[in-house]
């Protein structure tokens, strides 16, 4: 279903619906707001989108929601790769799966950024347009990919944000997607 599909539009606003009256008809005590469905299918699905702070606020807090997104992700996602049993302390970072291989090299021109690689083992494949990080604490990072050339893509991204932390820590796990 293409991002406009109407019955995929309504499909969602249902499943939000439902979720609004039942905390409507079964208010429990001390309920906290949830993210709506709607919300997470779009993070997932949607290279363009990015969940608001507040947004990731709920999510972090709600660990329902937090198992849906991960579903979400998971459905969709050509490579998987698992938190790692061990890290370098220096140089490269390189994750492997049997469909990609993701590096972080540090630049030689700048030393404040580095260079993301995503290689796949089938450059035939239908190529990944997202990559979710997720980190022992719930959070989600995700970070639109280029176009890939003969299976290859490569983003230069500051040493110091969220994505090369995420995919420094040898607690995440990786979705490409």
Not at 66 to 94: C, F, K, N, T, W
Not at 103 to 110: E, I, N
């Amino acid at each position: 279903m293409t991002a406009d599909d109407p019955v995929r539009k309504l499909a969602l606003a249902a499943l939000d619906a439902d979720t609004q009256a039942r905390d409507l008809l079964l208010p429990e005590a001390g309920a906290q707001k949830r993210i709506a469905f709607s919300v997470l299918y779009r993070y997932a699905t949607d290279p363009a989108y990015q969940l608001s702070p507040a947004e990731n606020a709920l999510l972090a807090g709600d660990g329902a929601a937090q198992a849906d997104l991960a579903r979400l992700i998971a459905d969709g996602a050509i490579a998987y790769m698992p938190q790692q049993a061990a890290a370098a302390s220096e140089g490269p970072v390189r994750r492997e799966t049997d469909a990609a291989v993701v590096t972080l090299t540090p630049s030689r021109a700048d030393v404040g950024q580095i260079y993301l690689g995503i290689e796949l083992r089938d450059p035939e494949r239908k190529p990944p347009v997202q990559m979710f990080v997720t980190r022992a604490n719930a959070i989600w990072y995700c970070t639109q990919l280029p176009e890939f050339v003969n299976g290859r893509a490569q983003l230069l991204v500051e040493a110091d944000s969220d994505i090369v932390r995420a995919l420094g820590d040898t607690e995440s796990e990786v979705y490409l997607r």
